[in-house]
């Protein structure tokens, strides 16, 4: 199989080479590659930059190591502290006093936004200087940095509480332009398992910036119904307690814990919207499921996830 130069460039910030599993896959591939990049940046449409907060390392100072939490402390996340549709395991890296840290990040943004290739360099500075702005202050998607491709999943992103803090492990999402419905549409494709298969064709032990940017991420029209229903069904699996209330509300979406059937048929109807949204097959599809991880049971899933997709084909 050949390609183009300028594709493989455009494919990684490295022009690594994608492991294809066979040469099968490169249909699904090159159709997968036909959306636009994650770091696209045009006026009439979203904008996410990842950024790290805190250095695990260079930060320690300003975090407390304790079994229990000292009063008024908010939770420090690592990667390990939340999963694919699970926003708070309870795992976390550390503690620390927002009264403390909230003035040193504030002093950090404020900071960056001077930098010509800092993320924050795209803001107003009126929002810069608003306290109230800070993103940990807010719901926002955070992606694990620390990852494989023979995991049962590569891409762990979630939308993670308010009032908690990140290390470097856990990168969140910046939003130069964009809402909350933009917020929970994007985190249902980088959830989704069309998505992810693709990752696993270049991610090794990490989700670094230059595999994220790259990502082949579809922009339709907000009056597709395939984007509303990627934003109703990963906006409600995103929110399931009160945390999440106010995000949910601006989503569109009810907020509270689903139960597991329900969960999951949600899931698998999520990973068929966006099947369709890439323009893939049903063949594709079934590629998808056969090639993701080996040795695993996927026959029930897959036959779930096809129904959906085939009741979509007709609604389209």
Known sequence: VRFPVRDVISWSG????????????VEVFLQLRKAPRFDLNVSDSWRARAHRELDATNDRPLMKFATECPEGYWPVFKGKSFDLWQPDTGKYYAWANPKKLLAELQERRIRSGKLARSAFKEFSQAWLRDPATLPCLHPRIAFRD????????TVLA???PPNVFLTNKGPYLLWPQGDEQD????????SSLPLDWYARRFVEISMNFYILEPFPIPRPGRSSPLWQRVVALSGRLA?????????ARAVGVECGKL?????????QELDAVVAHLYGLSAAQLKHIFATFHEGWD?????????????QWQTRR
């Not at 620390?146 to 999943?153: D, E, L, M, S």
């Open 183 to 190: 917020q929970g549409y994007l985190l249902g494709v980088l």
């Open 146 to 153: 620390v990852t494989n491709r023979t995991n049962t999943r």
């Open 239 to 247: 929110s399931p307690d009160a945390r999440f209330k106010d995000w």
């Open 14 to 25: 490295s022009a690594a080479l994608p492991l294809l599993p066979s040469e099968e896959s």
């Open 298 to 310: 996927y026959a029930e899933q897959m036959e779930a996830t096809l129904a959906h997709f085939h």
């Open 259 to 267: 139960e597991e059937d329900e969960k999951q048929d949600m899931m």
């Open 158 to 160: 979630a939308l993670i």
